[in-house]
């Protein structure tokens, strides 16, 4: 029998609590993502995903509670730190320079190839390999311009600008919301594809059959408090914490 190390943790997140003013919404928050792993972290709106990113991403002013990324502590870091370290972000509201075009805003998110610890190299990105990635973009040629395409559109070049920063792990926040479903498919390959590659993903998602169809592993939020932890399958089968936590 083959004895086979785990992989390596790329996110450790410990005791998180985050504030907007005085509103406390995110309660002692711990998760961790390995390398090549697609977690999805879920809940409803409302639960606190999305500032789970934010806090992450250093973007709340208050906030504490440890961070690591590949080991190295971010907590106290800038989000432009912590971008040039490794963590991409895909935010909800997609952010596109909508008066440059494709080309200038991939090449917006440019960074240097990096190199796992072990010095072997991460994925690295290129505009060639994004158009291979997301055809529509390619179909639309590099000198459209972002405020001329669509939603669903404007969520690929935000995925492949954060691409072209060749990060180690990217929080991907709520990529089925709002979108056409034929876009919806392309994202869920989008997503296998990247994993195949070697590339994490952290997911904020409530839509659970998107999350079945890309995730490792899950961890369900609530009013800012990590209820439940375990695999796809293991979430799939408990109908409790499913209609507790995720059903609308």
Do not use: C
């Not at 907007?20 to 809940?43: T, W």
């Amino acid at each position: 029998m083959i004895h086979r190390e785990p992989p390596p943790t790329l996110l450790t997140v410990e005791g998180l609590n985050a504030w907007y003013g005085a509103a406390h919404i995110l309660f002692d928050v711990g998760f961790e993502v390995k390398r090549g792993e697609v977690v999805a972290l879920m809940g409803r709106n409302g639960a606190g995903k999305s500032t789970t990113f934010k806090a992450l991403m250093g973007l709340l002013e208050r906030r504490k509670g440890t961070v690591k990324l590949m080991g190295q502590d971010i907590s106290g870091r800038s989000p432009s730190q912590i971008a040039r370290m490794g963590l991409g972000f895909v935010p909800e509201d997609r952010r596109i320079f909508t008066d440059l075009t494709i080309a200038e805003n991939l090449e917006v998110g440019r960074q240097a190839a990096r190199r796992w610890p072990d010095d072997s190299p991460a994925p690295e990105w290129t505009p060639q390999k994004l158009y291979d990635l997301f055809p529509n973009l390619k179909e639309m040629g590099p000198d459209r311009l972002g405020g001329r395409m669509s939603g669903g559109e404007q969520q690929m070049l935000t995925v492949s600008r954060t691409l072209m920063g060749n990060p180690y792990l990217v929080l991907l926040d709520e990529p089925s919301e709002g979108v056409a479903p034929v876009i919806v498919e392309q994202m869920a390959h989008m997503i296998l594809a990247l994993k195949s590659q070697g590339v994490s993903i952290l997911l904020s998602e409530q839509n659970v059959h998107f999350a079945e169809l890309v995730s490792d592993r899950a961890y369900v939020l609530e009013k800012g408090q990590i209820r439940f932890s375990g695999t796809m399958a293991e979430l799939a089968a408990n109908e409790e914490v499913r209609r507790s936590y995720l059903t609308v």
